[in-house]
């Protein structure tokens, strides 16, 4: 995996090079690239109906971001966006909070060229009921990656993901343990908001797979 603690991390996405400026100095957790962000993008890549070779394929569906919307909470640096519009979601919002947003306008600026467009932004914060309308729910395809790591956050987080997911919709979760307390509440919640599906680790990209970092696919429970 190409992580390592450089102001700059590049992340190869079928035939085109992304690059991503971070600050790890920064009092932000957002203005640094996480693991899970790649880890996320590569695992998407690997099973891409446009990419994988490999039958049957579990995630064809999932993955078929055709006349898809999506949205990214927490993005910081925009990896996941970026690479996931790469590889399809051609209408995706992507979301931080305002110490943010300059780190996430800079790599976008910065990944103008391969992109060919300036994708869409907006401030979120998950607890913000108000932003979250403003989106104009419901999406397709909510993503996240390293944001479970504060428990006073979880709540927000998940009623966010909750509101703005569609009946019909998935969120792409990339997820590493940073907070005991925080991994716990996370769980317990989740599971009674959401269907979990975790993917085995080795369907992950083989170049893109650690023990600690996982990928859960979650689907709203389906009201009786």
């Given amino acids: 995996m190409k992580f390592t603690d450089s102001p700059v991390i590049d992340l190869k996405v079928l035939d085109s090079q992304l690059s991503f400026h971070q600050d790890n100095g920064s009092m932000h957790v957002g203005t640094s690239v996480w693991p899970c962000s790649l880890v996320l993008v590569k695992f998407i890549e690997r099973w891409h109906t446009q990419t994988s070779s490999i039958t049957p394929n579990p995630y064809a569906d999932i993955l078929n971001f055709h006349n898809k919307r999506g949205v990214e909470l927490g993005a910081g640096c925009g990896v996941a966006s970026m690479g996931i519009y790469l590889l399809g979601l051609q209408n995706i919002i992507i979301t931080d909070i305002p110490p943010v947003m300059p780190a996430l306008k800079h790599n976008l600026k910065r990944n103008k060229p391969v992109l060919k467009k300036s994708l869409k932004t907006a401030q979120l914060n998950w607890g913000n009921g108000e932003q979250v309308k403003a989106l104009c729910p419901p999406f397709d395809v909510v993503v996240a990656t390293d944001v479970v790591y504060l428990e006073e956050t979880v709540g927000p987080l998940l009623l966010a993901m ?63």
């Fill in 162 to 224: 909750e509101s703005l997911v569609g009946d019909n919709g998935v969120v792409l979760l990339g997820y590493q343990l940073r907070s005991p307390e925080a991994h716990t509440k996370f769980w317990e919640l989740c599971g009674e908001m959401f269907d979990v599906e975790k993917v085995p680790n080795g369907h992950l990209h083989p170049e893109y797979a650690y023990e600690e970092t996982d990928v859960y696919i979650l689907r709203k429970k389906k009201k009786i």
